[in-house]
């Protein structure tokens, strides 16, 4: 088992806390992963109470499978407002000397320079975002048969939104 504790720090920043609301909070979930937290979309994140979000814990047969489910779950995990430690996570875990267990005190200081490539962040995030927000406009249900006369439910929603799917 793995456990990865979700902080609103800023890890290319020392770690440094991060403060706000938190916009948007999309949990992992799945075979052998767990949160255990008590946020919520809409809450603020203060420097006058600890900045711990949340504890992800991943577990499975062996080393080498638990590893993968919470690489996976750490990919699903999205918190938008605030800086968290989820992109260093994502690094840790995906690290070759993390994943061969050659760990020592001085892991974190070899390994962690600036650690995660911002670009693959925001990609992951924005089509999470896209995501949410496609679903919340999909106000009213699609016709009966929708799918049928039309090639499929998702291309009518795309059509909807104005996407330019046909």
């Known amino acids: 088992a793995l456990e990865c504790r ?3 720090e800023d890890p290319r920043n020392q770690f440094y806390p991060s403060t706000g609301r938190l916009e948007a909070l999309v949990e992992p979930a799945g075979p052998g992963v767990r949160v255990d937290g008590g946020v919520a979309a809409g809450l603020e994140v203060s420097l006058y109470y600890d900045p711990l979000l949340a504890k992800l814990i991943a577990w499975g047969s062996d080393r080498a499978q638990a590893c993968r489910r919470m690489a996976r779950a750490l990919d699903e995990y999205l918190v938008l407002g ?3 430690t989820i992109g260093f996570h994502r ?3 995906r690290h070759p000397d993390f994943l061969a267990g050659y760990l020592d005190t001085g892991f ?3 390994v962690w320079g ?3 490539a911002p670009e693959e962040a925001t990609v992951r ?3 999470v975002v896209a995501a949410l927000v496609a679903d919340g406009q999909r106000t009213k249900p699609l016709p009966a048969g929708a799918a049928s006369q039309d090639g499929s439910a998702w ?4 059509r909807r939104l104005g996407t330019g799917a046909r």
Do not use: F, M
Not at 155 to 158: A, W
């Open 6 to 8: 979700v902080y609103a």
């Open 82 to 84: 605030v800086q968290t």
């Open 91 to 93: 690094y840790v875990v």
């Open 108 to 110: 974190i200081e070899r």
């Open 114 to 116: 600036s650690g995660v």
């Open 125 to 127: 995030q924005a089509a």
């Open 155 to 158: 291309r009518l929603l795309g």
